[in-house]
Structure formats: structure tokens, C-alpha cells
T-cell receptor
Framework: GQNIDQPTEMTATEGAIVQINCTYQ??????LFWYQQHAGEAPTFLSY??LDGLEEKGRFSSFLSRSKGYSYLLLKELQMKDSASYLC??????????WGAGTKLIIKP | EAQVTQNPRYLITVTGKKLTVTCSQN?????MSWYRQDPGLGLRQIYY???????DKGDVPEGYKVSRKEKRNFPLILESPSPNQTSLYFC???????????????FGPGTRLTVL
């Protein structure tokens, strides 16, 4: 079966750096998305990786290793507003989006 | 403003009473989709539509119907709701066709449905 694994919950301190991991086993691969979802709100797009390596976008970076079936989202200079759930989703060979259950990130002052 | 809208945002209903959740997008997107989100589970796709008059089942279609008569609208219909359909529902759209193309999906604000 197809599977996306992310930690359920993480805690970090304001101003610090946090890395949220995502591992996947899917039938084929056409890219990996990260979305941010604040409590009770809609998911919003953060990043899309299809090639190996690191993509940086301001305070957020996303890394992909296709050979390892692994990605991470790196958040720097954490702010209280970064408290949210972070969803990892993979496009399989049929362009079906497989979603992880999300990682709830709690930021403490 | 480019957006996906859903109505209602909150709904409490009783078992068996037909309901419709509307979804509309103003971005001229071809692809639209409905998801449900439950605690501890990822987003699960209910139905999707690649264009007008083209709809197909997602992963959890049982108990739901959809229609796509116009490009901008994609209503979700529960003919006879049951308590196991209590969930948070999201409508989403993206520019290109394809069940889950590489295009970014834009999500509506969500509809929290409770079926008693």
C-alpha cells in the first residue's frame, strides 16, 4: 500500500529552527508538496519538490531525496504564527495525491 | 480576489436529511476536488472533476454525490447523511486537469459538518 509518515506533533521555541520529516512509500513519484494548515483553516501551499536537493524560500526550506523516499521541511527563525499543522503530500505515478496525516507544530515563547 | 468559497461553513443536521455543500472558484480552474479531513488521518479525496461534466470517484466516495455543470461550481451532495460523515470538508481547485496535477491546489475555507 501507499503510505506517508510524519511525526504527529513537535514542539519548538520561538526564534529557533525546526525540521519536520516526511517519509513515503508510493507507487511512483511525481513530486512532493508541503502545505501549512492553521487550526480550523484551509491548507495553503508552501513548496513543491520533484528533484533531489534543497529549495529555499525565505524562512522555509524543503529538501527531497527520492532514493530514500524522504523529505523534510525546515523552518528557521520560528515565529508564533508558525504554530500550525504541516502536511506532506506525494503525487504518485497516476498523479494521485497521497496525503500524510500532518505534523502539528507548537511554538513556545 | 482569487478564491474558493464554500457554504455553509458550519452545519449540524440529522441522519437522513439531504444536504448540499456548495463550492465555487473564480480562477477559471479546470480541476476541482472534494476532501474530508478527520483527526489523525490525512486528507482523503471524495470526488474530483477534471472539467465540466467530467467527474470521478476519489478514495472515499460512498454516500456522496457531485455534479459539475459549470466550470466554477462543484457542489457536494449527501443524499442521506449518516453520523460517520461527520467531518471537516474542503473543496479545492487547481489550474490544470489531472487528478492531482503538479499545479498548486487552492482550498476553500472548509465546512464543518455534524450529523446527529
Amino acid at each position: 500500500g501507499q503510505n506517508i509518515d510524519q511525526p504527529t506533533e513537535m514542539t519548538a521555541t520561538e526564534g529557533a529552527i525546526v525540521q519536520i520529516n516526511c517519509t513515503y512509500q508510493t507507487s511512483g513519484f511525481n513530486g512532493l508538496f508541503w502545505y501549512q494548515q492553521h487550526a480550523g483553516e484551509a491548507p495553503t501551499f508552501l513548496s513543491y519538490n520533484v528533484l533531489d536537493g534543497l529549495e529555499e524560500k525565505g524562512r522555509f526550506s524543503s529538501f527531497l531525496s527520492r532514493s530514500k523516499g524522504y523529505s523534510y521541511l525546515l523552518l528557521k527563525e520560528l515565529q508564533m504564527k508558525d504554530s500550525a499543522s504541516y502536511l506532506c503530500a506525494v503525487l504518485d505515478s497516476n498523479y494521485q495525491l497521497i496525503w500524510g496525516a500532518g505534523t502539528k507544530l507548537i511554538i513556545k515563547p | 480576489e482569487a478564491q474558493v468559497t464554500q457554504n455553509p461553513r458550519y452545519l449540524i443536521t440529522v441522519t437522513g436529511k439531504k444536504l448540499t455543500v456548495t463550492c465555487s472558484q473564480n480562477m477559471n480552474h479546470e480541476y476541482m476536488s472534494w476532501y474530508r479531513q478527520d483527526p489523525g488521518l490525512g486528507l482523503r479525496q471524495i470526488y474530483y472533476s477534471m472539467n465540466v461534466e467530467v467527474t470521478d470517484k476519489g478514495d472515499v466516495p460512498e454516500g456522496y454525490k457531485v455534479s459539475r455543470k459549470e466550470k466554477r461550481n462543484f457542489p457536494l451532495i449527501l443524499e442521506s447523511p449518516s453520523p460517520n460523515q461527520t467531518s471537516l470538508y474542503f473543496c479545492a481547485s487547481s489550474r490544470k486537469s489531472g487528478r492531482g496535477s503538479t499545479d498548486t491546489q487552492y482550498f476553500g475555507p472548509g465546512t464543518r459538518l455534524t450529523v446527529l
